[in-house]
């Protein structure tokens, strides 16, 4: 009787822990950004090979965190939560200060955003609180629930970081809601957000106030605030339908287009693929949260859904708060376009919670304690 070489099996049981459709959905987007990333850098292999090293060491993360089964992540989630709050707190007292903001800890190697791994500890860490009190849920664990989603969210504010704070209530609120928070409490959560609305605007920094005024009128100060939106709707109206050709960017390679690597890739994108290369790359972000949503309908437990869902929820928000900045519908808040954008802190925290949907998917038999 042959026996499968033991690397082989071993890689073969890795493996088998990636969900098919979801990593080709995703690759396919890989590639458009690799693309993309080359044409917007000048064709600068340097930054080229720098992007395909963020990609492979994120996508090593993915596999590792794909072969952890669900009910092991659920028991991370109160301790990475409490180590990113405490981070957080680290950083309010002494973070480095770069451009006005405290968000990085300097650890003389680098320096890193602990609101980034905040991104994965709060649903880790709710999903887990909810799985915990499963058929015996009241009006307090909602509350307490939201006190989790407070302390992380008034600190990332703090910074300022109001983008990253906003991302972090939002995926927040989406587990609060999968897990059966009723409509009345969430229309009594919209009237209070609204009302509250010129108390948070006298609160805001001027640069806060700045970026608002200047989504309603750009051409207000067209060569200060309001240049980045100017420039990027002209790239992506000047692409067309069909697109001015991959490298032949005008508005990208005669350098107006501002960090066209990172928050501003889309509007590369636009300018050489046009309105045809948007609607197959929306298509393929409408596959990846659909594939998600799939794996949250058909998961085991109360856990695996809210962190499916929530997963894939946060990917959408990602995704239209990028294109909405860049086309101009929504202000410019510094939010990366996911699978796209250089970067590799954005690219690893990504694929953690593509690596929890895969975990999620392959991982059938779950321990639900």
Do not use: C
């Not at 458009?32 to 600068?44: D, E, F, N, R």
């Amino acid at each position: 009787m042959n026996h499968p070489h033991p690397i082989s099996h071993r890689l073969f049981h890795i493996l088998r822990h990636l969900d098919g459709w979801l990593l080709a959905l995703m690759i396919a987007v890989l590639l458009l950004s690799s693309a993309t990333v080359y044409s917007a850098s000048g064709q600068s292999l340097p930054r080229l090979t720098g992007h395909f090293i963020n990609i492979f060491v994120a996508l090593m993360v993915l596999v590792v965190v794909a072969n952890v089964p669900p009910h092991i992540l659920a028991r991370l989630g109160p301790p990475l939560y409490a180590i990113a709050l405490l981070l957080l707190v680290v950083v309010a007292v002494a973070g480095e200060v770069r451009n006005g903001s405290r968000r990085w800890l300097n650890l003389g190697v680098g320096a890193f955003q602990p609101s980034e791994i905040m991104k994965v500890a709060l649903p880790l860490m709710l999903a887990w609180w909810f799985q915990r009190r499963e058929g015996l849920l009241k009006g307090k664990d909602y509350l307490l629930a939201a006190i989790l989603v407070l302390l992380p969210f008034a600190l990332i504010l703090r910074q300022p970081d109001l983008g990253t704070a906003l991302l972090i209530g939002a995926s927040g609120f989406y587990l609060l809601f999968f897990a059966g928070l009723s409509w009345r409490v969430i229309g009594l959560l919209v009237v209070l957000a609204a009302s509250s609305l010129p108390l948070v605007w006298h609160f805001m920094h001027d640069y806060q106030r700045q970026r608002i005024l200047t989504l309603l009128n750009p051409e207000a100060d067209p060569l200060g605030a309001g240049y980045h939106i100017i420039q990027s709707t002209i790239a992506i109206g000047s692409g067309g339908v069909f697109g001015k050709g991959w490298l032949h960017g005008t508005q990208t390679h005669l350098d107006f287009i501002p960090e066209r690597t990172t928050d501003f890739v889309f509007a590369v994108f636009g300018e050489e693929f046009g309105l045809l290369g948007a609607v197959l790359l929306v298509a393929l972000y409408l596959g990846i949260i659909a594939r998600g949503f799939y794996i949250a309908a058909y998961a085991p437990s109360l856990f695996s859904r809210l962190m499916a869902a929530t997963v894939s929820l946060n990917f959408f928000t990602y995704a239209f708060v990028n294109m909405g900045m860049v086309s101009g519908i929504l202000p410019v808040v510094g939010v990366p376009l996911p699978l796209m954008s250089y970067g590799g802190t954005a690219m690893i925290t990504l694929m953690i919670g593509f690596g929890i949907l895969m975990s999620v998917a392959t991982h059938k038999s779950l321990n639900k304690t």
